[in-house]
């Protein structure tokens, strides 16, 4: 009964090799964000879509790129990963007009980059 | 800008002692605040929320605007309740709302 699921749970790629992570979701939640969570920080905002409408936070590094196919599917790519990307990524989801009421977390892909 | 702080890393209590972890913003407008928890291999999930001013878990937090405080507190605290708690602030003005999250306080509840 898993409404928000990240795949792969982990994943490890090489300094410079692109990749991709995936969520998805059986809320039907309109808005999808995507978080960067290092080692003892906070999880940091990268980006979010209100149903196909894409918003980039001011400070997210153009590495960074998303899609969204589907209302379901959100996927972050990383287009050439430095040894700084690796943490725990997090997807979101929030039903836009039901504000206060919080955002769904997935479970995080911890990425690795060797 | 919007910021969420919560000055304590650790916070260790014993088992059916107070606890309270301590989250302070700066926004200019009425912010939404919220508790969010991360217990041990768990996804991260919302806890509670100041619109609702509901208690859970025996948690209540009250917004506290003259101070820009919204502290966590439970009475009684318990070994279950142990975990990262975060505090988030997300700003008004939109049917939905991003984010902005404090760096978070380890609750440890000794027996």
């Known amino acids: 009964d898993a409404m928000v699921i990240q795949n792969p749970r982990y994943q490890v790629t090489q300094f410079g090799k692109p990749v991709t992570l995936s969520c998805s979701q059986t809320?039907?939640?309109?808005?999808m964000y995507w978080y960067q969570q290092k080692s003892s920080q906070a999880p940091k905002l990268l980006f979010h879509?209100?149903?196909?409408?894409?918003?980039n936070e001011a400070d997210t590094p153009d590495n960074f790129q998303s899609r969204r196919p589907n209302t379901s599917f959100c996927f972050l790519d990383i287009r050439s990963p430095g040894l700084g990307d690796a943490a725990m990524y997090l997807c979101?989801?929030?039903?836009?007009?039901?504000?206060?009421?919080?955002?769904?977390f997935g479970p995080g892909t911890r990425l690795t980059v060797l | 800008a919007q910021r969420v702080t919560q000055p304590e890393k650790l916070l260790s209590v014993f088992k059916g002692a107070p606890a309270e972890l301590k989250c302070n913003y700066s926004?200019?407008?009425?912010?939404?605040l919220f508790w969010y928890v991360q217990y041990s291999r768990q996804r991260l999930q919302l806890l509670l929320r100041?619109?609702s001013r509901e208690s859970i878990k025996g948690f209540t937090a009250d917004l506290n605007k003259g101070e820009t405080s919204f502290h966590l507190k439970k009475p009684f605290a318990q070994e279950e309740d142990s975990a990262m708690y975060y505090c988030a602030l997300s700003g008004r003005g939109t049917s939905y709302g991003k984010l902005t999250f404090g760096q978070g306080t380890i609750l440890t509840v000794h027996p």
């Open positions: 926004y200019s407008g009425s912010p939404e």
């Open positions: 809320l039907n939640h309109n808005v």
């Open positions: 979101a989801t929030e039903s836009a007009g039901t504000s206060g009421r919080g955002q769904f």
């Open positions: 100041h619109i």
């Open positions: 879509y209100y149903d196909k409408d894409f918003n």
